[in-house]
Structures are given as C-alpha cells and as structure tokens.
C-alpha cells in the first residue's frame, strides 16, 4: 500500500509578508528600489498628471518604475505579464506596494518614458560615476540589431506597396465575381468568402491609407528605400541570423564595469553615420558628470563604423582611436593559419557570390597610378574604363579585361566568377593613394597594425560586447516592444540604465 502525504490544498492559510525583508541588499529588486526612492527626480513627470481637481488618483511614477525596472531585468517584457507579477509575485508586490496597475496603464507608462528617460538615465550614469565605476580608459561603440514590433511583410517602397494594393483589390474583385457566376453556393462557402473579402479590403485600405500620409523613404544614394507600414522608423536590415525588420540599437561603453554611457537607435540609417551622433552625445554626457579625468580616453570601433568621414570626424576629438578596417583581420599574421577564422572567411566568400566560386583578388592585378595602366595576372594590359570611379565613398581608376582576352584566357574560371559577358570582361577598381582622406586611412591602418594598435583593439571585445550579451540574451531583449523612433529608443534606454543599475547593484547597501 502507497504511503503519501495529507494534501491540505482545500485548506485557508495567512502567509505572513514582511515587505523589508523581501527586498534584499545585494540583490537588483532592492538596488532599483533603493536608486529610485533615493537617488532619481521624478519630478518631470507630474507634467503628464492634470487629476488634483478631478479624476482618479495616479499610480505614483516611483512605483511604475520599479515594477517596470524590476520586471525587465527578469525578460519580462509584456505589459500584460507585468500586471499579472504584481498579483501573484510577492517581490513585485513589494515593489509595487501592493498596488496592481492594469496592463494598459503600464503600456502607457513605458511609452510615455520618451519624455522623461534622458535625464534619468544620467543621474544613473552619475551615481555610477560617484561610485567610481567609469574608469575612462577606453571607451568602445558598437550595434546591436534587434527586431521592431512590425512585419517585413507589411514593408516595400511606395510603389512596391502600390502594386501590393492592387494585387489585394484584384483578388478581392475575384471573390464577388466568383459569386455572381455562381448563384446556388452553400451558405458556408458564402460566409467564408465574405470573411476572406473583408480581410483583403481592410489590408488594400491600409496600404491605402499609408501610401497617402506618407512619401517614399529615400537612402543615402537619394533613391527609393523599403517603407514599413507598421512602423516606418524601423528599417529592413540584414543580420547574421538573416534579414529582420528592426532597429539597430548603438551604445557607448566604458572598459572599467561596462558601463554604458550613451545609447540609442537607429532606423534607416547605416551604422557608419551613426558614430559622429553618437560621439557628440558622449561629449555632452561626460560634462555632465562630476569626475573629469587627465588623461586622453582610447575610442575604439570595428570595421562597421570604419570610413574615411569617421576617421577623419575622430581626428579632430581628443580621443585615441582604434578603428579597425574589414581588412584587419586578413592582414593579422596570427589568423593566417587560423582554421576557424580561414573558414569563416570562405563561408562569408560564398555567401557574397551566387556561384559560390571565389576569384583572383585585387593584389594579383599590377596598377600603375602614374601611367594610369592595369596590367592582369594573365599579362595583359586592362582598359581605363573610368579615371574617377567612386565605390562606397571611395574615389579611385576602374578597369576593365578586353573580352577578346578574357573570353580565351585560362585564367578565366579563376579571374571570374562568371563566364564573361556580352560586353564585359573581368573588372577591378584600386582607391588612389595621393588623396587628402586616405592619409586618415593609411594612418589607422599603419597604427591598428601595430602590436601597440592590436593590443588596445583586442581590449574592445570585452569591453562593448558583453553589454549587448546582457541585454538581448539575460534580459532577453530581443524584440522592440513599442513603436515609432522615440519610444524605442526611450525603451532602449530603459535596458540601458537597467544594466547600469545592475552594475551599482554591489555598491548600494
Ligand atoms: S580573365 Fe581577363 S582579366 Fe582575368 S587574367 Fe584572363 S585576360 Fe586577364
């Protein structure tokens, strides 16, 4: 016979809950309770409350921030979970005061915040500061991609869009046609179909409604880019994991406790302009805090912020800068006989060419700027196809194989990655070498290449890195949960000052 335990569920009990002794020195509940009871202003916020004469009472923001603060450090994101926590969690009902806001009421708080986080977010950065947690050493930039709370689906250039409208009219068009040539169709089908039409109209009317409040997106070369009818702030980007509609989320860290001093995001807009904003609001921010330090900071940035207008920006900031080129690695002796980094390298090479073939690179070419002349590895003189070609901001000579030698050369399946076309042979561009701009090149390059140069750049991994490591795997940030520029980026400043408040964690007792 089994021997087991009373089951008691069907009896009442009090659980006694000491609110003090929930929140515990050392733990993150306690240091956001602590930092917001006694360190924060939350005086900016009163703006949004006009209930003294009429209207119900407010939840008071210090609570809000709490539950909210305390609700993302554990990955929870949803408004929903948040107000659930604050019923059935004891930490967030110490937290919250054993108040329960609603769901609604908490979504509108976090999207709110826009207004309100930049001034929180630096008197966090200046306890960080007081308790001696900014070392200003080094400090290193870099993005994080994370998805936006909208479809790639939904996004296309204005045109794109036009013909999906049509596209969605015409099969809309199908069903009552479909009717009207069918009189005696089961009261089912009828139903269904209506259902299906109604969907089809709505998302034509949509798309209607957005092509007429809107223009088309332009990019950097003044052309037509992807809107996005959910949220057109966010952009279609490509990332290791595969092509995401999203926002890239830039931060600045310090290398002592990685902290970060600056963040925000960015929508359509290539990573390498984001640096010159991003350094400016590094400046504002460090005048802000009291600590001011002697000696010249390290900046350090990888090769996605590399370009002749950022090295030339840094040169004239106080900062020691370290910025690495894509061609940085390759030209490491240490990776020439690395097979994890030669693989990944054939993987990336793969990836760019549809044939998945590779072809002789540029070295193998013999260029002449003075003459002007391109001799190939089969000995054959190149055609000067443009003097002043300009390739993703480079200015440089192009040339060009005369298809009379490509087509019956024998180097040609390793020179090409396709067989020659109609009118052209193999192509090669070189960057000239006397320009203004490319000392700033050939100065980084000269300097990143140095075992000093190597030494600081091997420091930034660790210094940015386990930062977006934080934040989109522990915090599991890794879907924007508002809308629209602003709020994101407020949203992304939330998980920054979280992570800064985490670090103050041990300090504050
Ligand atoms: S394919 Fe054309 S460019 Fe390449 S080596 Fe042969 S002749 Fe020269």
Known sequence: MPNFKTDYSNQNMFVPIIIDEQLIPGTIEYAISHIVDNNLDLSPFDAHYHNDKNGAAAYPPSIMLKVIFYAYSLGMLSSRRIERACVNNVTFMCLSGDERPHFTTIAAFIA???????????????????????????????GCKISSNASKEWSGTHEELRRKKEKLQRASQRIIERHQSQDSLPNEVIEQDLRQKQKLDSSADKIGAFLASTKDKLGSSK????????????????TSKGTIQGYNGIAITDDKHQIILHSQVWGSVGEQQTL???????????????????????????SGFHSKTNLKFLSETPYDCYIADSGFRSRNPLFQNSETYQTEQAKKRKKRSKTGKTCYSI??????????????????????????????????????????????????????RKQPGKQVGRQVFFIYKNT??????????????????????????????????????????????????EKVNAQWAMFSMLHNMEKLRNCII
Do not use: W
């Open 436 to 485: 203004k701009d490319f000392d700033h090149m050939q100065a980084m390059k000269d300097k990143i290449d140095s075992p000093e140069g190597r030494r600081q750049y091997s420091k930034r991994l660790g210094c940015v890195e386990p930062v977006f490591g934080n934040i989109t795997v522990n915090k599991q940030m890794n879907r924007f949960t508002l809308r629209g520029q």
């Open 112 to 142: 709110q915040m826009k207004d309100t986080i930049e001034p929180l977010f630096t008197q966090v950065l200046m306890i960080c500061d007081e308790q001696g947690l900014i070392g200003r050493n080094m400090f290193a930039i870099d």
């Open 223 to 238: 052309k037509p880019v992807k809107s996005n009818i959910t949220d057109n702030d966010s952009a279609k980007m490509t």
């Open 276 to 302: 010159k904003p991003a350094v400016l609001a590094l400046k504002e921010q460090l005048e802000k805090l009291p600590n001011s330090s002697e000696r010249t900071t390290k900046f350090t940035a990888d």
């Open 363 to 416: 070295s193998m070419f013999e260029f002449n700027q003075d003459e002007m002349t391109c001799r190939c590895p089969a000995g054959n003189m190149m055609r000067l196809s443009s003097k002043n070609a300009v390739i993703r901001g480079e200015r440089g000579a192009q040339f060009c194989g005369y298809l009379n030698d490509c087509r019956q050369c024998v180097h040609q399946p390793l020179c090409m």
